[in-house]
């Protein structure tokens, strides 16, 4: 290869480089060209994730003047069939209280804390409702945050078997769901439509009045059944069920017969009808 073919190549290929150099110069101006133009100096709030959960804000109405003061109720006892409940040592319920509206809020406020003797306390997430028994993960996160509220007052948990209790309560809602059952006579045209309720209760429909018993929240079922009865005959109009169907004394009789077989299934599972239990149990 001669010296002038030699000098043409090293030519070439510096003409080459010196392209390629000023491709890469201008692809990176008009790069930051770009980011100037188009960049956001706002941090991503969907992307960034944050080392602790923030607690959303309780939400106050307005009010005019101030707010009445009402009595608090006691909390309910936990109960082992609806509810898990974790025992925390170290402890009392007092101490840990100021912290657990936010967790309250967190489970609607099926989360309870209960006094249990010196230092120690109770504290229990009902897992069955007439919403359904709670997921294994909002369990999980129950039983978290109890014993980070715990441990920051110097306290331990104990937790009973998470997938043993939530089996016993999936058992528990399949019995339940065969008992809780509202029974409605439907008043059609009545004479009037002012009742006193007692036990059931009452609302106007375009065409009459419709009396509800709701079976597992009720007290003294029988007699508030024929109380039902009494005032929708009183009522002077057709009585039907919810299909429309005429409800005679017989049909009237045997809706009876099944309010009682009903109190008695609940009965087998160590449910009082309208009992505490009951009311939160079918809440």
Not at 211 to 224: F, I, S, Y
Request: hydrophobic share 40%.
């Amino acid at each position: 290869m001669t010296d002038l073919q030699i000098g043409l190549l090293v030519i070439g290929a510096a003409a080459v480089a010196g392209v390629l150099v000023y491709n890469r110069v201008q692809e990176r101006a008009t790069r930051r060209q770009a980011e100037r133009a188009f960049g956001s100096q706002h941090a991503d709030v969907l992307l960034e994730s944050s080392p602790e959960r923030r607690e959303p804000m309780e939400r106050r109405e307005p009010t005019l003047g101030p707010e009445p003061q009402a009595t608090p109720k006691p909390p309910s006892p936990a109960d082992p069939r609806i509810d898990y409940v974790l025992e925390v040592r170290g402890t009392s319920a007092g101490a840990i209280r100021p912290d657990w509206p936010a967790l309250q809020r967190r489970f609607s406020r099926r989360a309870v804390l209960t006094e249990a003797g010196g230092k120690s306390a109770h504290a229990a997430l009902q897992m069955v409702s007439r919403n359904g028994v709670v997921s294994e993960g909002d369990l999980v996160e129950f039983r978290t945050q109890v014993e980070t509220l715990a441990a920051a007052h110097g306290g331990q948990v104990s937790a009973p078997p998470m997938r043993e209790a939530l089996a016993a309560a999936q058992a528990l809602d399949r019995v339940c769901a065969d008992v809780d059952v509202q029974i409605a006579l439907h008043v059609l045209g009545p004479a009037e439509t002012s009742v006193r309720q007692e036990g059931f209760s009452v609302g106007q429909r375009p065409d009459g009045v419709t009396l509800v018993l709701d079976v597992p929240r009720t007290t003294d079922l029988a007699r508030t059944y024929a109380t039902m009865v009494e005032a929708a005959r009183r009522l002077g109009g057709r009585v039907v069920d919810d299909n429309g169907n005429s409800l005679d004394e017989r049909a009237l009789s045997a809706i009876g017969v099944e309010v009682e077989s009903l109190r008695n299934r609940l009965a087998e599972i160590g449910i009082e009808p309208g009992s505490p239990l009951a009311l939160r149990l079918f809440s």
